[in-house]
């Protein structure tokens, strides 16, 4: 599986910002989806995941009920919708593919960086 995640740019707090992930490969259908952050200095943060069948998703704490994942098995594509962004949402995100729990996926996209401005 090969991933091309984009849709980030520069966005004042409160904005919104969609990011895709384009997937090429057979076997995007077969993938828990997902999306995981690196802010400067931080660690890697688990965002949000999307199971393999689209019909369950997963959050972190920090962005629940302001960010929404989705796929689309028509076009080998995963989605993130921000809402109320934040300056600390500032991050490159990174799409991955993984049935284990996205402590390790085997699949990354290159990631596309967000900013969020106060």
């Known amino acids: 599986v090969q991933l091309q995640a984009s849709g980030g740019g520069l966005v004042q707090a409160g904005g919104s910002l969609r990011l895709s992930c384009a997937a090429s490969?057979?076997?995007?259908?077969?993938?828990?989806m997902g999306w995981i952050r690196q802010a400067p200095g931080k660690e890697r943060e688990f965002v949000a995941a999307?199971?393999?069948?689209?019909?369950?998703?997963y959050y972190a704490d920090s962005v629940k009920g302001r960010f929404t994942i989705s796929r689309d098995h028509a076009k080998n594509t995963v989605y993130l919708q921000m809402n109320m962004l934040k300056p600390e949402d500032t991050a490159i995100y990174y799409c991955?593919?993984?049935?284990?729990?996205?402590?390790?996926?085997?699949?990354w996209g290159q990631g596309t960086l967000v900013t969020v401005s106060s």
């Open positions: 999307v199971s393999a069948s689209g019909t369950s998703t």
């Open positions: 991955a593919a993984d049935n284990n729990g996205f402590h390790s996926p085997p699949y």
């Open positions: 490969g057979r076997t995007f259908s077969r993938y828990a």
